[in-house]
């Protein structure tokens, strides 16, 4: 389902946000412009500044420095209730002596609507998140999932312009963790709602998002779609983070018009590239774009570890080039074993070489 124009949803702006506790620089000088109806995620490992970002777009953290802008409003000193924004929290934070009726009407019941208002208004938003008859459960009689669904359902029937979500997942199951993202995702589209989601998780962050902020140490490591950020790394950093990576040395030998011609081991190949110096560099080359063959004439290798993972195959590869990870799809040949002498060759579409030499 593609999005919809949504006349709610909002602009956020961040321009050049900090915040600092104590000698903690936790967020430096953050700026970013999210569209009406975009979900833009902030990933990065923990402590690099993600929750206390959107702690300062939700008014529930003093800006150090900076502006915020929701829509066409300056927010960067309003409080929480005048910004217009709900969060949902990894906690759920539902108040368990309170059925799933009034923990969604909660916020309705504080600004003084009428009955039938809250009556409809909850019933409609439970609904959206597939949790009708519900209605009179206590949170401790819901699954981890229903739960989180109440806590989004909580989030919707305030109508707000930008719903801010922080690490909502962490406490479900991996499997729990996979169908609820594609129902947030679903929601957050079919609503037409802006959002920035708070994860850790990479994976969760490539399913889900228009966009991704890699951030490390509190600074925006590179700004892009999920498949720019998995194509085009900007660092090394963003490279390790999404998806897996072998880091190979290489000679850059020409580079024209946003390709390059570079060496790894015996293989020649062009490449996409940004401009970079000709001379040695760093490859990033995807274990999924590289073939393994017991003959040919790539860089040779000897495999030292294989784990068979039914669709497909991990090799650990040792090579004169240091340690190279192969996930092989197709397996033609079946799996190899440990101790196989293998060649492998590199395909262009999973290599890029990255800015600074080896
Ligand atoms: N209230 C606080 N007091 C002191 N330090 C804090 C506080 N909140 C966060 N920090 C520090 O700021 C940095 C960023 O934290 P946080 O935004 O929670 O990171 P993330 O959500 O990415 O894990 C960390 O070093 C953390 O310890
Ligand atoms: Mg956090």
Redesign the pocket.
Known sequence: MTAQANPQAARVVLEQVS?R??Q?L??DQVSLAIEPGELVT?L????????????MVAGL?TVGGGRIFIGDAEVTHLPPNARDVTMVFQSYALFPHLTVFENVAYGLRVLKRSEAEVQQAVRNVLELVGMPGLEGRSPSALSGGQQQRVAVARALVMQPKVLLF??PLSNLDAKLRKRMREEIRLLQQRLGITAIY?T?DQAEALAISDRIVV?DR?RTSQIGSPLELYKAPANRFVAEFIGEANFLPAQLESVADGWAGIRIGPQRLRVQSRPLAVGPVTVLARPEAIRIQTGGEGLAGTIQKVSYLGSSADYTVETDLGSVLVTDYAMPGGVLSAGTAVRLEFLPHGVYPLPGAS
């Open positions: 915040k506790f104590g903690t936790a967020v902030l990065g490992p923990s402590g690099c500044g993600k929750t206390t970002t959107l702690r953290e922080d690490e708070v850790h951030m509190g």
